[in-house]
């Protein structure tokens, strides 16, 4: 049984206070049984438009659960998907503060920015290879209004994919010498590599994640716009990340991108 109208908007009145004042919530499958990945991405559409409202402007796209693990703790076989606003965009090296987090962790990956629109359904990897016109090594910032992230997929999705900010790199031609799934991620942590990973893991190859989000779109009748980019989805596992750490992403053939947490 879906959740109704009331049920819809006081469920994403629990996220949005919850973003505001930094001060995570239970699940909200634990409030809501009957919530579904639909009501889920109803509860997402729903805090889009009140920031929307607010003066926000979407600038980018985000893509979750590409990996095997993740998709499997979550118990999926898909990805899922998010918005990133003009206000989730941090410059490269800034400092950002803590409390703009609830429990924040941080992901490498391959941000692509689009020159043509891409609308599913039927979009392929090489079409969107075809409408991109550059891509650059990123660090995502993913972060939990639920607490302890003690998620189920309809709560990461309502929750916005669990989107926190994203730290963007220099923008690279693309070209077709850029080999995206052989390319190698390295992730460190106050000047340690804790984790790397090469683009293959983010469903074979990062621009077939692009052309899926496209497509899980068209039913929404969403297009990814000219000059919007998307995250494509992490090649390592998300390490969290505390006040004082800076975290560092290098991409083969991209560069490198940090933040600090301060």
Same mark, same amino acid.
């Given at each position: #049984?879906?959740?109704?109208?009331?049920?819809?908007?006081?469920?994403?009145?629990?996220?949005?206070? !919850?973003?505001?004042?930094?001060?995570?919530?239970?699940?909200?499958?634990?409030?809501?049984?009957?919530?579904?990945?639909?009501?889920?991405?109803?509860?997402?559409?729903?805090?889009?438009?009140?920031?929307?409202?607010?003066g926000r402007t979407v600038v980018?796209?985000?893509?979750?659960?590409?990996?095997?693990? #993740?998709?499997?703790?979550?118990?999926?076989?898909?990805?899922?998907?998010?918005?990133?606003?003009?206000? #989730?965009?941090?410059? %490269?090296?800034?400092?950002?503060?803590?409390?703009?987090?609830? !429990?924040?962790?941080?992901?490498?990956?391959?941000?692509?920015?689009?020159?043509?629109?891409?609308?599913?359904?039927?979009?392929?990897?090489?079409?969107?290879?075809?409408?991109?016109?550059?891509?650059?090594v990123a660090l995502e910032i993913?972060?939990?209004?639920?607490?302890?992230?003690?998620?189920?997929?309809?709560?990461?999705? !309502?929750?916005?994919?669990?989107?926190?900010?994203?730290?963007?790199?220099?923008?690279?031609?693309?070209?077709?010498?850029?080999?995206?799934?052989?390319?190698?991620?390295?992730?460190?942590?106050?000047?340690?590599?804790? %984790?790397?990973?090469?683009?293959?893991?983010?469903?074979?190859?990062?621009?077939?994640?692009?052309?899926?989000?496209?497509?899980?779109?068209?039913?929404?009748?969403?297009?990814? !716009?000219?000059?919007?980019?998307? #995250?494509?989805?992490?090649?390592?596992?998300?390490?969290?990340?505390?006040?004082?750490?800076?975290?560092?992403?290098?991409?083969?053939?991209?560069?490198?991108?940090?933040?600090?947490?301060?």
């Amino acid at each position: #049984m879906a959740l109704t109208t009331e049920e819809l908007n006081a469920a994403a009145d629990l996220l949005h206070a !919850a973003h505001l004042n930094r001060a995570p919530i239970a699940p909200l499958t634990a409030r809501y049984r009957a919530l579904s990945v639909d009501n889920a991405y109803a509860i997402q559409k729903i805090n889009l438009y009140r920031r929307l409202q607010l003066g926000r402007t979407v600038v980018g796209h985000k893509i979750g659960l590409t990996s095997e693990p #993740m998709q499997t703790l979550l118990g999926v076989d898909e990805p899922d998907f998010g918005y990133v606003l003009d206000d #989730m965009v941090v410059p %490269d090296g800034r400092a950002v503060p803590a409390d703009w987090f609830c !429990a924040p962790r941080v992901e490498p990956e391959i941000a692509f920015l689009l020159h043509t629109a891409l609308r599913g359904p039927g979009v392929t990897a090489d079409d969107v290879r075809a409408a991109t016109g550059a891509v650059a090594v990123a660090l995502e910032i993913v972060d939990s209004r639920i607490a302890d992230w003690q998620i189920t997929l309809p709560d990461t999705v !309502a929750d916005n994919a669990s989107s926190g900010a994203v730290v963007l790199g220099e923008w690279v031609p693309f070209s077709a010498a850029l080999d995206l799934p052989n390319a190698r991620a390295s992730l460190r942590l106050n000047d340690t590599e804790i %984790d790397t990973g090469l683009g293959s893991a983010v469903l074979g190859d990062p621009a077939t994640a692009v052309a899926w989000l496209a497509n899980a779109l068209a039913p929404y009748d969403i297009e990814i !716009a000219p000059g919007q980019f998307v #995250m494509s989805g992490s090649f390592t596992s998300a390490a969290f990340i505390h006040r004082g750490d800076r975290a560092d992403a290098a991409i083969t053939g991209l560069g490198t991108v940090s933040l600090y947490l301060d």
